[in-house]
């Protein structure tokens, strides 16, 4: 069983900045894809970015160039770094790990973008 908390987030203003992270517990396979996705209010959940064990990344259009990525396999962490934030961007982050066919979601972090 594997257990991820997600932390980091909070109100911010357009163009400012955040960093989520997500603390991962359990039995960690060596061998995974870590996420975060996000749902807002009456939309269905998306991918935002990915990372695999070896560091390999992709992102979702809306947002590349302005988040990013990153792990470390050591501490079994991951975050996400947000800079350039737009109201858009509001909505409930969760982190995900998929590891042998079985996936894991935290409870999720509010990040809410507004002036």
């Known amino acids: 069983q594997v257990q991820l908390v997600e932390s980091g987030g909070g109100l911010v203003q357009p163009g400012g900045s955040l960093r989520l992270s997500c603390a991962a517990s359990g039995s960690i396979l060596s061998e995974n894809i870590m996420g975060w996705y996000r749902q807002a209010p009456g939309k269905q959940r998306e991918v935002v970015a990915r990372?695999?064990?070896?560091?390999?990344?992709n992102y979702a259009d809306s947002v590349r160039g302005r988040f990013g990525i990153s792990r470390d396999n050591v501490k079994s962490m991951m975050y996400l770094q947000m800079n350039s934030l737009k109201p858009e961007d509001t909505a409930v982050y969760y982190c995900n790990l998929v590891a042998a066919n079985r996936v894991y979601w935290g409870q999720g972090t509010q990040v809410t973008v507004s002036s």
């Open positions: 990372i695999n064990n070896i560091g390999s990344t």
